[in-house]
């Protein structure tokens, strides 16, 4: 019997990309939320979401992921962000803060 008349050593297994979740990166989520409370205007988060939402499909696409994957992904990631904002808005002196002295 020779190598190659044995399917078991020709059989290669498939080959699954498996990153780590765009939404469990706590500290790009941090990083792009707070950028986003910075922006002075609406145009300037607006330009700002659109350059970081770029940045992140080019890195998808260069690691191969497929398309309605990434579309999950940059879902999952701008939910949360959108939920930090709000976490560190609450967090901010005076908007919402259960200090009884006040923002005075």
Not at 3 to 30: H, S, T, V, Y
Not at 39 to 45: E, I, L, M, P, S
Not at 69 to 83: N, R, S, Y
Request: proline fraction near 6%; aromatic fraction near 8%.
């Amino acid at each position: 019997m020779r190598d190659n008349d044995l399917p078991l050593f020709a059989w290669q297994p498939p080959c699954k990309l498996i990153i780590f979740p765009m939404e469990a990166r706590i500290g790009k989520i941090r990083d792009v939320a707070l950028k986003m409370l910075d922006k002075t205007t609406d145009r300037h988060a607006d330009w700002y979401r659109k350059q970081v939402t770029e940045a992140l499909l080019l890195h998808l696409e260069k690691i191969g992921l497929p398309e309605d994957e990434q579309d999950e992904q940059l879902g999952a990631f701008w939910t949360k962000v959108e939920q930090e904002i709000v976490r560190m808005a609450y967090g901010r002196s005076g908007a919402g803060s259960n200090d009884p002295r006040g923002a005075a």
